[in-house]
């Protein structure tokens, strides 16, 4: 077991190693793991996630709600502590790998360069999520020191292709093995339970710190009134790439023209996620027609293909569910179509019910899927 995991260890690196029998949030302070995930040369493409959180941990940790929970507070400190007694053990301060010579950044890009046999600058930049002007110079000195070699491209000589020399693939191997030899013998110390504990964290924890720092170029906040004709045109691309047109749809609402105005009341809010001053996805919550003063409705809440897949619509509707709950809101109801795959795992994941048949009166009939949480 220990020798089918040293791979995956290895690839992801040791950031959960603290996390063996212990359930943790994913809200954690991840400043000092950029120290040690580097001490593992084949985190190349991880490394560059785990740098960037030196500024995002605030607000990776109190995603969800506002205010932060005295557990999570201890979680914090915990996991800051393990943290930098695991950069001690590793031996990682002096940031030289295992008395190689080579620095850090050195062992990235000779993993990276390896993977993909030969990159330009730009491929490598983007496999290490690295600036240009850094992972040049870092080139420079690797071809200095005869690891690397770099080529014209006979389509373009203005660009140069580099990939490692004889010499280079012996120091990247020479690398590789004093990384699983280190991985190998701290899982001799863990049962099988707790070595794919430690795998499955990893996976965890990588797949929150990547979607964090998509979700970093991206802002939330209250619609305004300019924000009407691209919330408008939005929803309607959105409704029609779904072929949700027609009768008993939403995307002839009159809300729909004038979103602003429609929210801009103390039963209602709507957010809109803008980049660029451009509006690419939002989502509101308002009374259900119908439904009684304590049952809210979620409405209107679309997002542009470039929004999908990274946490962007879990982030939304959880500020929104605590929007409904600062109104009084009980009960917060849906209606949304099954060939919305990705919504309707979304809410299915928040703890969203599955209903029978549709709450108050809507006039959404064209729906054929309708959910509801208590709040």
Request: glycine share 8%; with cysteine; proline share 2%.
């Amino acid at each position: 077991m220990a020798e089918a995991c040293v791979g995956a260890v290895v690839l992801l690196g040791p950031i959960a190693v603290f996390l063996c029998g212990e359930k943790i949030t994913l809200a954690v302070n991840a400043w000092v793991i950029c120290f040690f995930v580097g001490k593992f040369p084949i985190l190349a493409s991880f490394f560059k996630e785990v740098v960037f959180y030196n500024k995002m941990v605030e607000s990776f940790c109190f995603r969800r709600y506002p205010k932060l929970m005295a557990s999570e507070e201890t979680n914090v400190r915990e996991v800051r502590q393990y943290s930098r007694q695991l950069v001690r053990e590793l031996d990682v301060v002096d940031g030289v790998y295992l008395g190689t010579g080579y620095s850090l950044s050195q062992c990235h890009v000779l993993f990276e360069l390896s993977r993909h046999q030969a990159l330009n600058l730009m491929g490598l930049s983007a496999s290490l999520l690295a600036d240009k002007s850094n992972i040049s110079r870092t080139l420079k000195k690797l071809i200095e020191l005869g690891l690397v070699q770099s080529d014209r491209v006979d389509t373009d000589h203005r660009q140069k292709m580099f990939s490692l020399t004889v010499n280079g693939k012996k120091v990247l191997k020479t690398t590789i093995d004093l990384a699983d030899q280190q991985v190998r013998q701290a899982l001799e110390n863990l049962t099988d339970e707790q070595q794919q504990q430690v795998i499955e964290g990893m996976q965890l924890y990588a797949g929150a710190l990547k979607k964090s720092r998509l979700q970093s170029k991206y802002e939330i906040r209250k619609i305004q009134k300019r924000d009407n004709p691209q919330i408008a045109r939005l929803i309607r691309e959105v409704l029609t790439e779904y072929q949700a047109i027609g009768a008993g749809s939403s995307i002839d609402d009159t809300e729909v023209s004038d979103m602003f105005a429609s929210y801009h009341n103390k039963l209602s809010c709507y957010q809109v996620v803008t980049a660029d001053n451009r509006v690419v996805g939002g989502a509101g919550i308002g009374p259900l027609a119908g439904g009684g003063k304590s049952v809210c409705e979620l409405r209107k809440m679309f997002f542009l293909p470039e929004l999908r897949g990274f946490g962007m619509g879990r982030r939304l509707l959880m500020l929104l569910l605590d929007e409904a709950r600062e109104r009084g809101y009980k009960k917060c109801y849906l209606e949304t179509l099954d060939r919305m795959w990705q919504a309707n795992a979304l809410y299915r994941k928040c703890g969203f019910e599955l209903l029978a048949k549709p709450l108050g009166n809507t006039g959404h009939k064209a729906s054929d899927c309708w959910y509801a949480i208590k709040l």
